[in-house]
């Protein structure tokens, strides 16, 4: 099928409500199923017992990211790619962009789970992806006039994302600009771990009509816009990665100007996972995503309820089966139908809230930095599988780490230190001590890790 295709498929789906939606995912399960048993060793034999069509993920084994990349070789449907092939590509950052193999965009995720992760997406999964976000941005969010005013101000969009590694945003940002070298003129990429003096005043020369960032970034440009530091005017905010209250994400469009925020809620197992109605609701893609919020016992939680986690079964990604896998987040299905009338399920999610990092700087005074600058340089580091960094004082930051099999956990430790030291040295802030530790990071109660751990005397400001 053509992009235009999938993407009239994928409007049909919902024209036809429920019925529609539940025929394509029984349907779509028992392809992926089929095609995991036929060209996955580690799903051939996972589901060596089970009937030979599948249209109900309750008859699946759970699986998760750890068990996975423990068997990434076997994991995989493409006898060409190796996990060996593929650490190599992702150790490279002048690769960031490239195709893996001549075919595959190549992501990296952190270790909130307890595993880093490792993903490729081929031309199907994007092109499906790409259907899916279409549909979910237009008539919604996107409508003809907001797209006359991106047109009027040249398309100029800032993407403001982790860099330095195969991190999502950055990773597809460069793989669109490698097949179009015209990109950079109208699409600047911006560094996360840039200081917000810098930040700023990068915005401010360039004038984005639309900001696609973190939240807990956009919150950060918020009180900038807010002091008059920051001065922009954009049609549109596109905001993922983690989740905020509904007051932040208000204060935030309202600092520039009650623009409208299009907030997104996806991972790189699912690239198209969900989008935002007028309501403030996330809707799951559900004719290509099947999404079960379950307690910690791995049965159904009721709608209205919180989940303990939720798993998820991506019926596009065919190169490495995502079926019944524990995503880790914790979410809230609405129990009712959603006011806006689109029948995909509407959801909250609660597992990735995350609170910008406040210290007192050289001079006394102070400075705040979003946890993914923090969080990005300790990834990027070599030898780091899981990590955690803790603000244990208003000036002193203590680091969990777990070490990769074969590094050596000293140079890991130096290593860290001194990437995290560069990071604070660059934002005024090379008055705060930081203590690598011998512990390993602590999960949360969700059984999340979280990477980055504001000082508890600190409220958000």
Known sequence: MTFVSQWRDARKAVKEGRPGIERRQRERLAEAVAHARDNSRFFKELYADLPDQVTDTARLPITDKRQ????????????????????????DPDLIGAKFLDTYLLTTTSGTTGSVGIFLNDPHTLQVAGALVARGILG????????LKLLA????????????????????????????????????????????????????????ALIECYASTALLLAREQEAGRLR????????????????????????????????????????ALSFTCK??????????????????DYQPTPAGELSHTVLLSTLYRREQPILRYDLGDSILRRPDPCPCGSPLMAVRVQGRASSVLTFPNQR?????????????????????????????????????????????????????????????????????TIDCGDEPPVQAAGGKYPQVVPYAGNAAS
């Open 68 to 91: 996975l990349m423990a068997r990434f070789d076997d994991w995989v449907a493409d006898p060409r790619v190796t996990l060996e092939a593929a650490r190599a590509f992702a150790d």
């Open 140 to 147: 919604t969010l996107v409508t003809p006039g907001s797209v």
């Open 153 to 208: 101000r040249g398309g100029r969009s800032a993407k403001i994302a982790g860099t330095g590694g195969h991190f999502a945003m950055a990773a597809a940002e460069m793989a669109q600009r490698r097949a179009n070298k015209r990109r950079e003129k109208s699409v600047r990429l911006l560094s996360v771990q840039s200081p917000v003096p810098q930040l700023t005043a990068e915005l401010n020369d360039f004038q984005p």
């Open 232 to 271: 922009l005017n954009p049609v549109m905010l596109s905001l993922g990665g983690e989740g905020l209250t509904e007051p932040e994400y208000a204060r935030i469009s309202q600092a520039f100007g009650g623009v409208e925020i299009n907030n997104l809620y996806g991972c790189n197992e699912a690239v």
């Open 279 to 296: 309501e403030n609701w996330l809707h799951i893609h559900e004719d290509w995503v099947i999404f079960e919020p379950v307690d910690a």
């Open 364 to 432: 006394g005074q102070e400075s705040t930095i979003v946890p993914l600058a923090l969080a990005t340089a300790v990834e990027r580091t070599a030898g780091v599988e899981l990590f955690q960094v803790v603000q244990t004082a208003p000036d002193a930051l203590r680091v969990r780490l777990r070490t990769a099999d074969g590094a050596d956990p000293r140079r890991v430790r130096e290593s860290v230190r001194t990437d995290l030291a560069n990071v604070l040295v660059d934002h005024d802030l090379g008055n705060v």
